[in-house]
């Protein structure tokens, strides 16, 4: 398995999970726009094959992630779990003091993976995701992130 930065030559493969997976998709400017941001963005290949994505935006207070999603054939095999524990390290070393995400209150298999790695409900959003008739509401998760790891792996020397 590697993991690879999300670039712009992964938009074709990105774009196929992203319409097989949600209601009212992500575009491709959507995509884009979050690789022109300099989002934290990674794809996820076993053998060339494509199996998935995650973007977030890392910043010292709170880290948000934006997107993940895994080919519909490759799911339930644990690549979720393990490309969203790389996300999760990531902000930790960035300094990030917690990860908050929304996710639609009917998409249970994301919901238990989030619950599984230490994500709790804090809230929700009304109306929060288009669906292609009316809105969705959204669960808002958060997960707090260890203390201190960036200090300790870049600035605390002595
Ligand atoms: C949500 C998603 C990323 C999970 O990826 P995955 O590779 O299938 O998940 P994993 O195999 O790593 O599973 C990890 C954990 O997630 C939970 N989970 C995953 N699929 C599940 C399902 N169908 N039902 C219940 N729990 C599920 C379980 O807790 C699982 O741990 P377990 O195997 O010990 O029970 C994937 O289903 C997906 O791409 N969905 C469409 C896109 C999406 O909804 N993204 C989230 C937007 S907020």
């Excluded at 989030?114 to 994500?119: A, D, M, N, Q, V």
Aim: glycine share 6%; aromatic share 12%.
């Amino acid at each position: 398995m590697e993991y690879i930065y999300f670039d712009y030559s992964h938009l074709d493969n990105v774009l196929e999970i992203e319409e097989e997976s949600n209601p009212f998709p992500w575009t491709e400017l959507n995509f884009r726009d979050c690789l022109e941001k300099g989002y934290y963005a990674l794809v996820l290949q076993r053998d060339k094959t494509f199996i998935g994505f995650a973007i977030m935006a890392i910043s010292s207070e709170e880290s948000h992630l934006l997107n993940i999603g895994i080919k519909k054939e490759e799911r339930g095999l644990g690549y979720g779990e393990k490309l969203l524990n790389k996300m999760i390290i990531a902000a930790e070393v960035m300094g990030s003091k917690k990860i908050i995400l929304e996710v639609r209150i009917s998409n249970k298999s994301a919901y238990k993976l989030y619950e599984k790695l230490g994500f709790e409900e804090i809230g929700m959003r009304k109306n929060y995701y288009r669906l292609p008739q009316g809105r969705e509401d959204a669960f808002v998760m958060s997960k707090s992130l260890k203390k201190g790891i960036a200090s300790k792996l870049f600035f605390n020397r002595n």
